[in-house]
């Protein structure tokens, strides 16, 4: 499969949760996070602030596939990834959203930003596939980059685990 991610670099994977976890996919701004068996970063096909994704890093389709012994591990990190993002975006909705048609594991954070309110209209779920399709449509000026890096990097500050 080939495809494009939102800073025009292309890749052409088989998995993309696969290509990313062991890195021949680059996503932009890098890991946020890494853990022993997931990793978080900013969603490379949408740049929205604050969408990130929590991946698996083995390869699994649901999280009933998740063993005892990560299952944890995903807890702490979904609501620490739940709190940094709401804190680094000073957003008031988000939404957690994991879909078993896709091949890899993960979590979408979907932030209702105030932009994305105002164009869209109040958070609901069938929005959702919409507004992603709109911003993969986006092409990110350096500008528009840089912000989402110093939010990128906001989050990896707020996401620090002891």
């Known amino acids: ?8 670099n292309e890749w052409d994977i088989d998995c993309m949760g696969c290509a990313i976890s062991n890195q021949s996919m680059l996503v932009p701004g890098g890991f ?6 997931f990793c978080v970063h900013q969603d490379p096909l949408v740049p929205l602030p604050g969408f990130l994704v929590i991946a ?3 390869h699994i389709r649901s999280i009933s596939e998740v063993h005892d012994s990560e299952y944890n591990e995903l807890s702490a990190l979904v609501r620490s990834t739940h ?9 008031e909705y ?9 091949i890899h594991f993960h979590l979408w954070f979907f932030p ?4 994305v309110i105002e164009q869209f209209g109040q958070p609901t779920l069938t929005k959702i596939r919409e507004i992603m399709s709109e911003y ?17 990097e906001k989050i990896k500050t707020l996401l620090i685990f002891q």
């Open 1 to 8: 499969m080939r495809t494009r991610d939102f800073l025009g």
């Open 32 to 37: 946020i996070h890494k853990t022993d068996h």
């Open 56 to 58: 698996s890093l083995r």
């Open 83 to 91: 709190h940094a993002i709401k804190e680094a975006t000073k957003i």
């Open 94 to 102: 988000l939404t957690i959203v994991q879909e078993e048609s896709s």
């Open 112 to 115: 209702w930003t105030k932009e």
């Open 136 to 152: 993969k449509k986006l092409s990110v000026s350096e500008t528009q980059w840089g912000e989402l890096q110093i939010i990128i």
